[in-house]
């Protein structure tokens, strides 16, 4: 069980004792208890889908813009040989005749770094052969900041937002993603819907049309082979 999930469900129990078992059995709390804490669970579960079509929208959208500004399908290679020689990656100016900014450049190798790790200069940056196998290694984080620092070529997408205005609703997401991912209580969901929605819709996609078609779908049933035994695993009927 995730303890943070735990301790938001006896919070609500407490407090506003919302699993509506109690009024009937007062004092048995475990099944009150688990079943705010599974509502939890469904309600992460109901998030998978505006997390997943955020991500892969900003990652698709990132990786196609910045190949066709730089006129180049592995525009971050001269940023990337400029590390390697040990030089300063603001000192790359240009990318195919393309101006890159002193501010782009340093970021741009901030991210490689980052995407490397320890296995700098022999990680996996130096086979990647287009921008969405480098968006795939991006985390969110990376992808905001590539954002912020080509505001002049993304503003348009998302007028008339300031960036101050889309980073603060793309955190938003990136955050309750996170915190969804590690199994730690959200607050704010609808607030968070909203922020994917109004971004999502910037790029022409209907978060809701998306999310509707997906909860449709019939799932390939989950089987499992081992039956639920009341004193081994502590189960419960609710009466």
């Not at 991006?138 to 008339?160: A, D, K």
């Not at 799932?219 to 639920?228: D, G, M, N, V």
């Amino acid at each position: 069980m995730s303890p943070y999930l735990l301790e938001a469900s006896l919070i609500e129990v407490r407090e506003g004792t919302k699993a509506a078992i109690l009024k009937y059995r007062p004092n048995d709390w475990r099944p009150a208890i688990f079943s705010v804490y599974n509502r939890k669970v469904a309600e992460h579960a109901q998030l998978f889908p505006v997390f997943h079509s955020f991500e892969n929208a900003l990652r698709s959208t990132v990786a196609v813009t910045l190949e066709q500004h730089y006129k180049h399908a592995r525009w971050w290679r001269a940023v990337y040989e400029e590390l390697k020689r040990g030089g300063n990656p603001k000192d790359i100016s240009q990318i195919g005749g393309v101006p890159l900014t002193r501010h782009a450049a340093y970021r741009i190798g901030k991210i490689i770094q980052e995407m490397e790790g320890k296995q700098f200069p022999n990680g996996p940056v130096a086979a990647m052969a287009n921008g969405y196998e480098f968006m795939h290694d991006c985390n969110l984080g990376h992808i905001r900041q590539l954002i912020e620092e080509h505001w002049t070529i993304f503003s348009p997408r998302f007028n008339p937002l300031s960036v101050a205005d889309f980073s603060a609703k793309f955190e938003k997401v990136r955050e309750a993603r996170n915190a969804v991912y590690h199994h730690r209580s959200l607050s704010g969901m609808s607030d968070v819907v909203a922020a994917a929605e109004e971004l999502l819709d910037k790029l022409n996609f209907s978060l809701k049309f998306v999310h509707g078609k997906v909860a449709e779908c019939e799932p390939t049933k989950l089987s499992f082979l081992i039956e639920a035994d009341a004193v081994r695993h502590r189960t419960w009927v609710i009466t």
